[in-house]
């Protein structure tokens, strides 16, 4: 069975930070990249970033660029969001995502989901 499974999130101030974290078991070990999404009420579910664990390359959205940064941690199939200069936009249920044949860049490309985690930036 592969699963996904997330921690951090809360609350923050503005321009505060906070580190997500998402750790990949069973067959997910096998998978080709993960990323990370978020989906706030009214909106469709975005790309956020995404990371290829062949080479640890990695793609952000607009958005987020320069603020947000994707990582891999020593388990091989664990990945960390850290994000810095929180802006009150970027509140959202944030979602962990892989897949196993290409880094999932668009929420119909997943392939398996994290159960979520709220990121809620306000004063």
């Known amino acids: 069975q592969a699963q996904l499974v997330q921690s951090g999130g809360g609350l923050v101030q503005p321009g505060g930070s906070l580190r997500l974290s998402c750790a990949g078991s069973g067959r997910a070990f096998s998978i080709y990249g993960m990323g990370w999404f978020r989906q706030s009420p009214g909106r469709e579910r975005e790309f956020v970033a995404g990371i290829d664990l062949t080479d640890n390359s990695a793609l952000y959205a607009d958005s987020v660029k320069g603020r947000f940064t994707i990582s891999r941690d020593n388990a091989k199939n664990k990945v960390d969001l850290q994000m810095n200069n929180l802006k009150r936009e970027d509140t959202a249920v944030y979602y962990c995502?892989?897949?196993?044949?290409?880094?999932?860049?668009?929420?119909?490309?997943?392939?398996?989901w994290g159960q979520g985690s709220q990121v809620t930036v306000s004063s």
């Open positions: 995502a892989a897949a196993d044949k290409y880094v999932p860049a668009s929420a119909d490309t997943a392939h398996y």
